[in-house]
């Protein structure tokens, strides 16, 4: 009969270590999916439309448009300060679009450097006069990238864009050797903004 009574004894007591732990799990996966640390659905937080993280781009760029299916979407620039900020804001955005959404598509690429002439052109006249066809070249640029059949037509468009700009701004030290710096560094900006989209054909392959 002891033997009968430990046995049904042990027998209550792992039945109720069972039961405690099931209600401790329970209560974990309750307190988890409340904190908001549990797994999200498809439109839970951190989901986007393109399949890409949420980003934050620079001053001169509007991020609900970032990375999702209206594409770049740039600030227009103060009409008052320094135009060289305001061509650096916009470089750096649109910089930080192309690398950030892993723009490697031809049609990506054109499609942010027409926005970035957009915007370039209301910078345009308060450039040195040599500098003011800035937007036109990158313009130009971004539609032979657009229609280029290859990715190294495309590349060679951005090159040579970049090169012109390089002409501009070495007519602008001669003109005004004492303020080249001040005077050119928009230029220098536009320049960094096709390396950069040059270097995002090159990641993505063949075009």
Known sequence: MRSISLQCAARALAAALVLAVFATCAHAATAA??????PSG??????????????????????LGACGTGGLALAPASPSGDAGDAVKSLSRATQD??????????????DALDRYAEAL????????????????????AARRVRFAKTKAEAIKALNQAAALIHKDMTLVRAEDP??????????VFVVDTLNV???????????
Not at 121 to 140: H, I
Not at 178 to 187: A, E, L
């Open 33 to 38: 999916g409340a904190s908001g640390h549990g």
């Open 42 to 63: 498809p439109s839970g937080p951190g989901s986007s439309s393109g399949g890409h993280p949420p980003i934050t781009l620079g001053p001169g760029a509007d991020s």
């Open 97 to 110: 679009y192309i690398k950030e959404c892993r723009c490697y598509a031809q049609d990506c690429v054109a």
């Open 121 to 140: 052109a209301a910078v345009a006249p308060r450039l040195p006069k040599e500098l003011q066809e800035m937007p036109e070249v990158v313009a130009r």
């Open 178 to 187: 004492d303020t080249q710096q001040r005077q050119t560094r928009s230029g």
């Open 197 to 207: 989209a040059s270097l995002s054909l090159e990641k993505g392959g063949a075009l």
